[in-house]
């Protein structure tokens, strides 16, 4: 779950270890759920990129199954 406190539009993407991006998205409510259910198990970033001031973050997930 992705909570968005400030209800602004966020750009999700997330990106396994080889630097592909396995899901985009964007985020406009004041939380979200991104299905990761057909992702492989394995190491993942999240990035989540505020649309109107490019500010980021990168977080590191792991699916374990």
Request: proline share 0%; hydrophobic share 45%; net charge positive.
């Amino acid at each position: 779950t992705i909570k968005n406190k400030a209800n602004r539009k966020l750009s999700i993407k997330i990106i396994n270890v080889q630097g592909v991006v396995v899901y985009a998205g964007n985020l406009f409510d004041t939380s979200g759920i991104i299905d990761m259910k057909n992702l492989s198990m394995g190491s993942y970033i999240i990035e989540i990129t505020d649309v109107m001031s490019s500010q980021f973050i990168n977080k590191i997930i792991i699916k374990l199954d």
